[in-house]
């Protein structure tokens, strides 16, 4: 099993930027794929970002594409994602999850590992 811990979150205004990260531990972080998602208060969770197991494939939401970054360091067992130009549509809760498969995962009933997850909040 891995657990997993995200911080990072905040209060900002919008076009601005923030870092989210993941704190991994238990098992080999590098074991999994990681995924980004987030949810808004009356909303499904939402997919923002993949990154493969060794961290050579990334996906995103179409919404987030060119304005996110999702990244890893297996060595320090932490994922990352950058948010930068932020907007109000971006407010959520962000969580990060785990699969300990590589492949195409865009579902959050296809994971099997979450944080908590920590809030974003973007003024305008």
């Known amino acids: 099993q891995v657990q997993l811990v995200e911080s990072g979150g905040g209060l900002v205004q919008a076009g601005d930027s923030l870092r989210l990260s993941c704190a991994a531990s238990g098992r080999t972080f590098s074991f999994y794929v990681m995924g980004w998602f987030r949810q808004a208060p009356g909303k499904e969770r939402e997919f923002v970002a993949m990154?493969?197991?060794?961290?050579?494939?990334?996906y995103y939401a179409d919404s987030v594409k060119g304005r996110f970054t999702i990244s890893r360091d297996n060595a320090k067992n932490m994922g990352y994602l950058q948010m930068n130009y932020l907007r109000p549509d971006d407010a959520a809760m962000y969580y990060c999850a785990a699969k300990a498969l590589d492949g195409y995962y865009v579902q959050a009933r296809q994971y099997d590992y979450w944080g908590q997850g920590t809030q974003v909040t973007v003024s305008s």
């Open positions: 990154i493969s197991r060794n961290g050579g494939t990334t």
